[in-house]
């Protein structure tokens, strides 16, 4: 943990102006830019809440769930009470209806989801064509953390099944909390990182299995 938090003050410090040491960092909210993406590519969350008709939720309610829902994660659960308690001001929540694309396959968006409550179907269309339903999100998953960590493209399409409630951590956000809290933000990096590397091996296997 200590490395990670390291890198990121390195990081922080690698993207200001000796004379604006202590401006907010951008390590996240430019990364995109870095790789080349133009701004007209990317799909932010305020973009997309108006595309899929996302009505603001409550931060009463939806940190509330948050925190339920982390407490009993394998891996979220490293994040005692407070943490959460203060990751909550980083976070958007929204309610959205069902049938609506939060996410789409070989797109650039610049934000995460955890699921609060309902459904999403993650798929991804296969280069030959095929549709496959890589999953069903159940409440306390995370989707979209791939390209915010490291600026690719998305690897699929998450659409909402049922009316879902979610919470919505951008990169914008994520500078902010490395900003503010530091300390807060490498417990996240690190935790995304297991996550997502498990969910990658399982994901790997089902499409080995697929091409048998």
């Known amino acids: 943990m200590k490395g990670i938090l390291g890198l990121l003050r390195m990081s922080t410090r690698d993207n200001k102006p000796q004379q604006q040491e202590n401006t907010d960092s951008v390590f996240f909210s430019t990364a995109f830019a870095n790789q080349g993406v133009d701004s007209t590519m990317l799909v932010p969350w305020e973009a997309r809440a108006v595309e899929v008709g996302a009505k603001r939720l409550p931060a009463s309610r939806g940190g509330k769930l948050l925190q339920t829902l982390w407490s009993k994660d394998k891996y979220m659960a490293h994040l005692d009470q407070d943490a959460v308690k203060r990751m909550e001001r980083f976070f958007e929540f929204a309610h959205v209806?069902?049938?609506?694309?939060?996410?789409?396959?070989?797109?650039?968006?610049?934000?995460?989801?955890?699921?609060?409550?309902g459904t999403i179907a993650v798929d991804r269309i296969q280069p030959w064509g095929e549709q496959l339903r890589l999953a069903e999100t159940r409440p306390g998953d995370i989707l979209g953390e791939m390209s915010l960590l490291d600026?690719?493209?998305?690897?699929?399409?998450?659409?909402?099944?049922?009316?879902?409630?979610?919470?919505?951590?951008?990169?914008?956000?994520?500078?902010?909390?490395?900003?503010?809290?530091?300390?807060?933000?490498?417990?996240?990096?690190?935790?995304?990182?297991?996550?997502?590397?498990?969910?990658?091996?399982?994901?790997?296997?089902?499409?080995?299995?697929?091409?048998?």
């Open 97 to 117: 209806p069902p049938n609506r694309d939060l996410i789409r396959q070989d797109e650039y968006g610049n934000f995460m989801i955890v699921l609060l409550t």
């Open 151 to 212: 600026s690719g493209i998305r690897f699929s399409a998450c659409t909402t099944l049922t009316d879902c409630e979610i919470a919505v951590l951008s990169a914008e956000a994520m500078d902010d909390m490395m900003a503010k809290d530091p300390q807060l933000a490498a417990s996240l990096v690190a935790l995304l990182a297991r996550k997502l590397s498990l969910r990658l091996r399982v994901v790997s296997a089902r499409l080995s299995e697929n091409q048998k």
